[in-house]
């Protein structure tokens, strides 16, 4: 259950030994408990140096900053104690904490209490948690629009778009009694470009995934055309066993690791045959068949001697590449052909991957940063989309409507989850303590 009532207390700084730790206090309790331990008053933006007994014999000078709400991080009243950077002594101070009315603070509890205390949007807070764990540049800087507040703008335009549509067919649905022409070519006609920006969006917000939590990349193909050789390659290592025999790998081998600037969560995967009747095989094809429909991003390894194989992959980003160009001449100009023997084409073949990954956005010019959660909440909204363009308005105008206003709801999540504890304890639940 959450609750704004107590005052909440973590150390903010990474745990172990450093120079200087921070400890955090933020609630209604913070005046009462800083001036216990000062004997001062709590003031905005004072700075003070503070020796404060933690035990018998041992006293710690700490500098003490404060901050009056809503004029905080959490929007409340608040101080942050900084001392010396010793385990022992932050949690001496954070015990003494508690012992005179403060909680120990939950995985991101100061956050959510600045988005509940509507300092900042549930966007902008996921985005500070994105932030911190961002292991490239390119996403410091996608979390960093995110956080200025870019991505809710494009959301607040999509939302408005849709309202406006909506508020053309609802006043109909007011108003029909009373003979209002409504002109259902031109809500057909805005429908039909709003759903054209909005797939383009979701695109967009696609990559900005991939870009926030790497994206899921599968390695597929017929047997023994070098998969496994080609998941070495990429990621370095001897993640997965190469051998000639046909149908080595049976398990899924997984592995995070930058190719570029991006991350990519790669999955080396069992050869799909129809041929095999070894039942340990036909697991790992099935294993395989369901990473296929898991993933974002498909890339068909095939080679000389399996030219037409060719499998479809409904809605994912499709890479085909032809492996042991150095044993056959390759004519099919469609297909990269490269070498994983004598390294011919490689460096295209990782090109065409972060062009099949992010090929419709500029990341150096202007991607925000989202999450699953956002892109489930969007393509949902489109589904409602799409299945009110396969209505006949003229005669179902409610039902067209009542699809409207579903997609809407779904927008609308994005920014304001109906406030059930559950998603937002799961939503805060990955931030560290302290923030
Ligand atoms: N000539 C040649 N041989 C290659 C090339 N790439 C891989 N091989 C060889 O092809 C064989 C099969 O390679 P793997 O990487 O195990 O193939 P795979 O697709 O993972 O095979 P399964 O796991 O059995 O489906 C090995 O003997 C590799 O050394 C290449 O570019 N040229
Ligand atoms: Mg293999």
Redo the contacts with the bound molecule.
Sequence with gaps: MISLEDTIVACSSPPGIGAISCIRVSGPGSREIYTKITSRKLVHFNVIVKEITLAVDIEEKCVLTSYEGPNSYTGEDSFEISCHGNPLIVDLIIDNLISIGCRLAEPGEFTMRSFLNSKIGLVEAEAISDLIHAETLEKVRAVGRSLKGEFTTEIDKIILDLRKIRTLVESDIDFNDQEINIDFSRIKRDLETFSTLFLSFISTTEEAVYLNEGINTVIT??????????MNYLSKNET??????????RDLVSKSFKIGKHVFNFY?T??ITTKSSDPIERKGISMAEKALLECDLVLE?IDGENINYKKDYPGKRVLRVI?????FENKNAELLG?????KANLENLERELIKTAFGSTKLNVGVFSARSRHLRLLRECYTEIEAAKNINIESYIELFAEHLKLGSLKLGQIKDPYSSDDLLGDIFANFCIGK
């Design positions: 193909g017929p047997t023994n055309v070098g998969k496994s050789t080609l997965s066993i190469v051998s000639e025999k046909s149908g080595t790998t080396d069992a050869g390894l492996n042991k160009i150095d044993t490269v070498s994983l023997k004598t």
